[in-house]
């Protein structure tokens, strides 16, 4: 929303509602009932790549048997998001791909690993802003949507590539779409 906003496009006046369905297992679903009532939508998601590792790092302190079965649950977890990532996409039409790249359809927009690793690979500026907004206390440190959208509305620099084409994408659906 907020590079709709640097853009000067209302998504709201434009009949787009970009709605939060908190994972992967609501995707499918979200976009069947959507369009099942004839509303086009757009999917976004993290392909996760990374998650399993930022959790490993996570277990260092733990003795070595503790770590041992979180390293077992989050192997199982990574696993499970890559058969989650291959069936989304696989509805979607695309190749069933376990861990995709950085990528936007007309159907969907996808990151590698998350949107926040994204932005710290490619939109450095918008990392260095969030961090100035948490530590003036403006934004709240963490994946908030209000953090997410002040940092990106107020950020020096133009965003990416992706974002821009995932944005054209949105718009390109017409009026009255979900972005799920």
């Known amino acids: 929303m907020g590079c709709a906003e640097r853009a000067g496009i209302n998504l709201g006046a434009d ?5 939060e369905v908190t994972g992967k297992d609501n995707l499918m ?3 069947v009932l959507f369009r099942t009532l004839g509303v086009p939508c757009y999917m976004v998601f ?41 069936d989304l996409l696989r509805y979607l039409g695309s190749p069933p791909i376990p861990q995709p790249s ?13 949107l ?3 932005f710290s690979q ?3 500026a918008w990392d260095l802003r969030r961090r100035d907004l948490v530590r003036s206390d403006e ?23 992706l974002l821009h084409a995932m944005l054209e994408n949105v718009t390109s659906l017409g009026k009255t779409a979900m972005v799920v």
């Open 122 to 124: 490619h939109w450095l």
């Open 15 to 19: 009949g787009i509602s970009v709605i």
């Open 46 to 86: 993290d392909g996760d790549a990374g998650t399993e590792e930022r959790k490993r790092q996570s277990t260092a302190h733990l003795l070595p048997e503790q770590r041992q079965d979180k390293e077992l649950k989050y192997e199982r977890d990574a696993r499970r998001t890559r058969e989650k990532n291959a």
């Open 29 to 31: 679903i979200s976009d």
């Open 102 to 114: 950085d990528e936007s359809t007309a159907r969907y927009t996808v990151f590698e690993d998350n």
């Open 116 to 118: 926040e690793t994204y």
């Open 139 to 161: 934004a709240v440190d963490g994946k908030y949507a209000a953090t997410h959208l002040e940092t990106t509305r107020t950020v020096a620099t133009e965003p990416p590539f």
